[in-house]
Structures are given as C-alpha cells and as structure tokens.
C-alpha cells in the first residue's frame, strides 16, 4: 500500500449527510472484476439518471471538480452495508481522503486497509469548508502528519484514529504485522482449545 | 488478556478478553476468530489469498453459505442471468480449492447466513464471529462478539484466523415492561433507531438489556440485534440466559454430552457484572412502543403507524428539515399526511431480519383467510423454515392470500439475485433498508414487521396491523 503523508488537490463538496454505501455503489455493480476498475460505478445513481446521461446538478459531474482526489461531505458518510466495493468505487474514481464529521465503522476500516484517508472534522468546521468550496475554492491541502486541512483562507484541524493515522502514514498492510506473530497464534489456539472445548464445531467438515 | 477474576466487566469486554491473543500499547489487540461465514462477495477476499499463493489457515472454522446471489423461483443454476450463476460458481470453487464446508442450493439446510448460522448451533455464545456482512451483528442475540468485516478483513481472517480491533465503547439500551399485543422486536428496534439516530451507537459496541428483552425469543432477539448496524453499531449483544442454551440444545455442529454442559456453565457466567460500567446507557419503556413505518430513506425515519408524516417546516434543525425534505420527495409522499394513507404497489417478507419461523407466523396470521390487494414475495430464512412453515401449513395461506411462496436467499432486500422493486414502485418490506434504491433502482421502501407487511398488503396502504389481529393460527398436525 502507498503511504499517505500529505495530499493537494481538487476537492469536491458533496454536501449529504449519511450517504450510504448502496449509493457509493449499488448492488447490481457489483458482480463485475475490480480489474476494470470500479470508479464508473462510484455514486451512480447520483450522477447518471435512468439513460446513463450525466445529471449535471451531481457535484462531481462540475466540470471544474474533475480529477478531485478529496470528497468533502456530512455526517455518517458510508453507513450501511460492509461493502468494500464502495471504498473500491472511491479509489478507482482517484478519492484519496474523504472529510466528513463522522462515518460508518466498517466503511472506515475498509477505507484505512485501502490506503484511504477518512478524515474527521467537526460539524462547524465541516459546513465551512464545504462554503469555501462552494464560495470558488478548488483545491484543498490534507498534512496527516499534522493533522490539519488548508483550502482558501480556511485552517482546520482533523482526527483520525492513532493507529490508523500510523498505518497510513506508512503504508502498512496488517497481513504482513500479523505473520510476525504466527507462532504467537499458534500457542494461543492449542491453549484456547483446552479452554474452550466446546468451541470447536461438532461435525467434520463434508468434502464438497 | 483474558483475566477471569476482574470485577465490573460487561458481556462485550468478558468475550473480547478471551480472545485478545496480543496487546499492543497503541490498544490495537491481534483478536481470535472462531467463525468465519463467506458468501458470493467473499471473491475479493479469495483474490487476495491468490496473490499472495496463501492457503485457508483454518477451513473447519470457515463456512461458505450461498444466499446473497441464489435464486429464490428455481434452484437451476441453468436457468439463471450467467453473470449471477459466475458468482455462486466462485463461491463453490473457491469452498472445493480451500476444504470449507459450504451450504449451497442443493443441501437441505441452505439459507441466509444469519439464519443458518443459529440454526445450526454453528452460532455460539461467548464466540468471536464474523463474516463480509454488516449485518453479522445478528448473531451478538447469542452473547458472541459478532460483526461485519470488508473484503480486506476477510482476507486477513481467512490467512490468520484473527484480525487487529481496537475495543470500542460499551453502550446498554435497557428495555423494560411488557410489549402490547402486536408489537414486535422490530418495532422496538426501529424504535430504538428513531430515537438515538442512524449514528447513535457508531465508535460502540450495545447490549440489549432489560425486562423485555429477556422475555423475547431467539428470533426476537436475532431480530434486534440484526438492525445494530442501521443505529451505527457494529455489534449488538445480548447476555446468554436459559433461552439461550434451550435454542441450543442439539442443534446440529453445537456441542454435544458433556461439552455442551461445560459450555453452558460457561456461557452463562457470561452476562455483565451487575455493577459493569457503560459508555453510554438508553432506557426504553416497552409499553410505550407502538407498530412502527418508516417514511423516509433513512432507517432513523420511523414513526409510530398512528403518527403523520413529519413536515420540514416543523422541524427547528435546519439540517434535519432539509434531510426530511429530501426523503419525502424521494418517497413521494407529502408533509403532514397520515401513515395510514400512504398506499403500497407489493409486499415483502424475508431477509436475515424477518425471515424466521415466528415472522413467518406471524404474517400468516394476519393473511389467514383473506386476500391481498398487492402482488408480494414470502421468502422463508432458510430451507429448514420453509419446511417447517409447510408442515405448519402457513406456505398454503400465505398462497391462497395471492403471495408468491419462494425459496430461501438474500432476495428482496437488496436485489442482487434480480428480485427487484421495479422503479417508482412503493414496497411495505421486512427488510432492514430503506435507502434509496436498495431494492432496485428508483424503488421505494418502508420498513415494518412481519404482521404490519401483511396488514399492508391485505389493505393496500400502510395499516395498524393492531385493526387486523385474529387469535394465532393453530399448527396443523
């Protein structure tokens, strides 16, 4: 995974509380291989009406907010379903940090294992960042090492949690953490089963 | 680390502790995971596992369980969209490739993973369970730490059998008193989300405590905690009691003999210490909750079925207003008009919320004897529940009301196998989701009980089911 020090770019307002993770991406897209890339999906139904035309009151279809790489949006952004196809949608489509005042857990752990930045900012600070942009600004500047947003002449600080803030900062993937304690597991599990017999489950598994 | 004899601990905090296998000092704890459930979407996850030429570490704690995708009219693969039929083929190969036990369309116990699961004693108490799906959190009815993961999570459980968590807060909603004839776990739970918002338990793990609570059913109970995730909360337990180890009890992979004794022993020491400490405490008075709609495109829209559709220009919060404004114009509906007034185009009965043997009933119930004014869809939990309500004769009435009786899968709720709202269409639904287009691209949803679907589509428009209530069909022998 790259690591995520510091981020300038276009930054879209998409100013909706609890945008789920059914609009990121609705279900129907998502029998399709990642390998073609999930952005044309992401909130498809909020930029492409019933004839796959472009609606142009969709906030990422401005054309002055193409190429965005930070999404600025309300509270409980990606509540809903575990989907990691949504934070997919967002990576594809080029998001690399999402600033909101809150947000459904698994998306945002789904969204740290990504590389994806969600950023938490107050209710206050998030309405005024979402008016610089609308007031013509374009871009914003997203420092994880300092844990502050610059757009216009607006500064705010955000959080993210600590571990995922280092996690990002280097690139980190857990898979790799965890193998460094294989031996570790191992010795908990032949413990756990003397502790706990009864966990294991009762028939063998068939060989289908 | 797992410490038996600390003081004050609540049921989340005893399960999480005996599985904490490291604690960093960041708080990060390397946890171990004694069920993985997979379904179609877990072909991501078994990607991963190819890129890196990795191996399932523990297939007998790995279930693969076709329901997101199958069809719910035929159990002919031949029959179906190929796009479809690829994703439970996926399923299948990779279950065959890796030696997991799998629960597809041809074995008798097939179903939706949140109902299979308990059903076959596969779901435990004082477990770690989880599986790519947000509504895991079902499961927690048991006393498991139960919750959805993403496809990286899935990954890292299917090569490790364990996953990094930070504990999250502890927060108890409290139940007490009796439910009145007619209201249901789901009422009290789309009550609960009313009440502390669709982002209310988001950063916290909630136990269901009280009165109330302990005197519903394991279906009940699996309904409630079900719908932890729609008030933000990954996981949603509630403490094993006697109901609990009875559901249990030679329940096909639970244990047996002896085993299940000492499991019993432990299961029930496993509830919150009387004087446990909570993050956050919600208290619901029982008798207070009545038959509960949603109206809008959030779960937190909900309203007691006597109640009108709220008015934006009411609402002092200016960013609520415009919330409702935007709900009531997606759903159709105007400001101010009565629940009761708002008519439906179908009905559905399923999902992992309300597809159980008692919501089965439940709707029967009302249907008995009468005919609906709407087409709608009954799909049973699983195969065992589909049996079980034939056997009780309850697929005849649901039939005979004009409702199609079909087989067990995720249908419905979200559309992934093509059972879809058609657009614009309003459907009364037992499912968990009311977001726009959930079931199908510019459908409408509202969200009720069993009993109040039923009501629905015997009158055509949103009904207190109360108007309807008859004595319970008697089972037929």
């Not at chain 1, 909020?46 to 004839?51: K, P, Q, S």
């Not at chain 1, 990576?91 to 752990?109: E, L, N």
Request: aromatic share 6%; with cysteine; net charge negative.
């Amino acid at each position: 995974m790259q690591p995520f020090k510091s981020l300038d770019a276009v930054a879209c307002p998409l100013p909706l509380s609890n945008v789920d993770t059914d609009q990121l991406i609705p279900a129907r897209f998502m029998k399709r291989s990642r390998a073609d890339g999930y952005g044309s999906f992401l909130l498809h139904d909020l930029r492409f009406d019933e004839t796959g035309a472009e609606m142009s009151n969709s906030p990422l279809n401005d054309p002055e907010r193409q190429g965005a790489r930070i999404l600025v949006t309300r509270r409980n952004f990606g509540c809903g379903s575990s989907r990691e196809a949504a934070v997919y949608a967002l990576v594809d489509y080029g998001i690399a940090c999402v600033i909101a005042p809150s947000f459904g857990d698994i998306f945002a752990s789904n969204a740290v294992n990504n590389g994806l930045l969600p950023a938490i900012v107050s209710e206050e600070n998030c309405e005024a960042l979402l008016n610089v942009l609308r007031d013509g600004a374009l871009t914003a500047t997203v420092d994880l090492e300092a844990l502050t947003i610059w757009s216009a002449n607006l500064i705010l600080s955000f959080t993210v949690d600590p571990v995922w803030r280092t996690k990002l900062l280097n690139g980190w993937d857990d898979i790799d953490l965890t193998q460094s304690y294989t031996s570790v597991i191992a010795n908990f599990a032949k413990a756990d089963r003397e502790r706990r017999p009864w966990m294991q489950p009762s028939e063998r598994p068939d060989s289908q | 680390m797992y410490t038996p004899n600390r003081k004050h601990v609540t049921l989340f905090d005893k399960v999480f502790d005996a599985h904490v296998i490291v604690e960093r000092e960041d708080g990060q704890c390397l946890l171990w995971i004694d069920r993985h459930f997979l379904h179609e979407g877990s072909f991501h996850a078994f990607n991963k596992l190819k890129e890196r030429s990795a191996e399932v570490a523990r297939p007998d704690l790995t279930f693969g369980i076709e329901d997101h995708y199958v069809p719910t009219r035929t159990r002919d693969l031949g029959r179906i969209d190929p796009a479809i039929r690829g994703m439970i083929e996926q399923l299948r190969g990779n279950s065959q490739r890796h030696g997991v036990r799998r629960f597809g369309l041809d074995d008798p116990a097939q179903g939706i993973v949140h109902v299979v699961g308990p059903e076959q004693g596969l779901t435990l108490p004082g477990l770690t369970i989880v599986c790519g799906d947000s509504h895991t959190a079902t499961h927690g009815a048991f006393g498991a730490i139960a919750f959805g993961i993403g496809a990286s999570e899935v990954a890292h459980v299917l090569m490790t059998q364990t996953l990094w968590q930070k504990k999250p807060k502890r927060m108890r909603i409290s139940v007490d008193g009796e439910l009145t004839p007619g209201v249901s776990a789901k009422d009290l739970a789309l009550s609960t989300i009313a009440r502390i918002g669709t982002g209310g338990a988001v950063g916290h793990a909630i136990e269901y405590a009280g009165s109330t609570i302990r005197s519903l059913s394991m279906e009940g109970r699996l309904t409630l905690c079900n719908l932890s995730i729609e008030a933000g909360g990954r996981f949603g337990m509630i403490a094993p009691d006697e109901t609990t180890i009875e559901y249990l009890r030679n329940r096909p992979f639970a244990p047996k003999g002896e085993a299940f004794e000492r499991g019993a022993q432990y299961w029930l020491a496993l509830a919150s210490d009387a004087d446990a400490m909570f993050d956050h405490e919600i208290t619901l008075n029982a008798a207070e909750i009545a038959p509960v709609v949603t109206w809008g495109i959030t779960p937190e829209d909900a309203s007691p079925i006597t109640a009108r559709v709220p008015d934006p220009a009411q609402i002092p919060d200016p960013a609520r207003a415009a919330q409702v404004r935007d709900a009531l114009d997606y759903m159709d509906i105007k400001p101010g008009q009565s629940l009761t007034d708002i008519r439906i185009d179908r009905v559905f009965i399923g999902s992992c919320t309300n597809s159980r043997i008692e919501d089965i009933r439940a709707a029967a119930a009302i249907l008995v004897g009468r005919k609906a004014k709407v087409p709608g869809l009954v799909s049973p939990g699983s195969m065992l529940v589909k049996k079980q309500a034939e056997d009780e004769g309850l697929d005849r009435i649901i039939r005979e009301a004009g409702l199609e009786w079909v087989d067990p899968g995720c249908s419905m709720c979200v559309g992934m196998n093509g059972d879809l709202v058609p657009p614009g269409e309003r459907c009364a639904s037992t499912t968990n989701r009311n977001f726009r287009g959930r079931q199908g691209p510019g459908s409408r949803t509202h969200l009720m009980s069993p009993a109040m679907v039923a009501a629905a589509a015997i009158t055509g428009h949103l009904t207190d089911m109360r108007l309807l209530m008859r004595e319970p069909v008697p089972a037929r022998d």
